[in-house]
């Protein structure tokens, strides 16, 4: 029998799993408020949070032994990131470990990067550009990854680049690799670009993930206010356009968690068997999260669009998060070359 043969199809948690996600919505319950997030929203970044939750182990856990982490499962990441999601948590968690498993691969790695004393940011965009880039935590990061023609180029900057405003409220700044005070060639080559893209998968599969938790918590807080709101003597909630709409974001969030989950297997025991997964869950939340979040707004009335309302909150950064990548509609046509490309192997095989 096949070993792989259940997990292939098994999206739940074992003991360890509900444990490890238990600690960190409980850690970002506790250290991450709304009101948390408002304050940080100018420089898109808490560093008092960023620190805690290093202390927790979020950085050390997502990298290998052989550097000093602690060798999570990318299924543990998305636990993580859904947390993340779900708290709005203004830290570049999901940028820092792609680029820290990156380095690690390229055997660049630093200590202070794998206990995030040191921020790596990566460029997740899917297309190689050249010159000046957006990069999602440009304005914070002690060192920059990304793709220069053939090269997997690390830059750093004596003055970091200016933030720039953003619909995410991310640390979002250009980035322009001429502008560097240093520039490091780790590798280069088709091993290195292969290197490259499984960290931009890795960046997708954990922004849908944080999407997930996100859609669910922008639920929730529609579903509350549905509850506790009443029209003709009834709550808004026994509505159909209320009760129906809020179904299908339920169905929504348990879709995009299986896909994410899965996604997460495969790239860490099949990397190449289902390489589509990890685009395809980015793609799908990247869309329904906007759709859900608007439509949470659309709930509360007046109050939903009001500034200090916490779904406004979700809504910008639903829309926001989605786009920081670049364009999704590049991952989409990446996943089509994806499913082509496996669909020809499989014609010559025949």
């Known amino acids: 029998m096949d070993r792989y043969e259940l997990r292939r199809f098994d999206y739940s948690l074992t003991e360890d799993h509900q444990a490890l996600h238990a600690a960190y919505k409980d850690f970002f319950t506790t250290h991450c408020s709304i009101e948390t997030v408002r304050a940080a929203e100018e420089t898109g970044f808490d560093k008092s949070l ?46 820092h470990v792609c680029a820290a498993r990156l380095l690690a691969r390229l055997n660049a790695t630093e200590p202070d990067v794998v206990s995030g004393r040191r921020l790596a940011a990566v460029d997740p965009q899917h297309d190689s550009v050249s010159g000046a880039r957006l990069i999602p935590t440009g304005s914070i990061a002690d060192q920059i990854i990304v793709r220069e023609g053939g090269e997997v180029v690390r830059l750093t900057f004596a003055t970091r680049p200016t933030k720039v405003d953003n619909i995410g409220r991310l640390p ?98 099949e990397p190449d068997e289902r390489p589509e997964l990890a685009p395809s869950a980015f793609v ?55 499913v082509a490309a496996r669909e020809s192997r499989s014609g010559k095989d025949a």
């Open 50 to 95: 960023w620190e805690r939750l290093c202390a927790m182990g979020a950085t050390t856990m997502a990298l290998p032994e052989a550097v000093g982490g602690d060798g999570a499962t990318l299924v543990d990441l998305t636990l993580v990131a859904e947390e993340i999601g779900r708290s709005l948590a203004p830290v570049p968690w999901i940028d």
């Open 172 to 269: 979002m700044a250009w980035v322009d690799p001429a502008a560097a005070d240093s520039r490091t060639v780790l590798a280069s080559g088709p091993g290195a670009l292969a290197e490259y893209q499984r960290a931009l998968d890795e960046w997708r599969l954990l922004t849908a993930a944080a999407l997930v938790g996100l859609v669910e918590e922008t639920m929730n807080i529609a579903a509350e206010f549905a509850k506790t709101r009443y029209t003709l003597g009834v709550p808004i909630s026994t509505l159909q356009a209320i009760s129906h709409p809020l179904a299908n974001i339920a169905i929504t969030v348990q879709a995009g968690r299986n896909l994410a989950r899965r996604a997460a297997w495969f790239l860490d025991n």
């Open 284 to 338: 799908f939340m990247a869309e329904e999260a906007a759709k859900a979040a608007t439509m949470a707004v659309h709930i509360q009335g007046g109050l939903g669009v009001s500034a200090e309302a916490a779904a406004t909150a979700y809504l910008v950064r639903a829309r926001g998060w989605a786009l920081a990548g670049g364009d999704p509609g590049a991952s989409a046509t990446y996943i089509g070359e994806l």
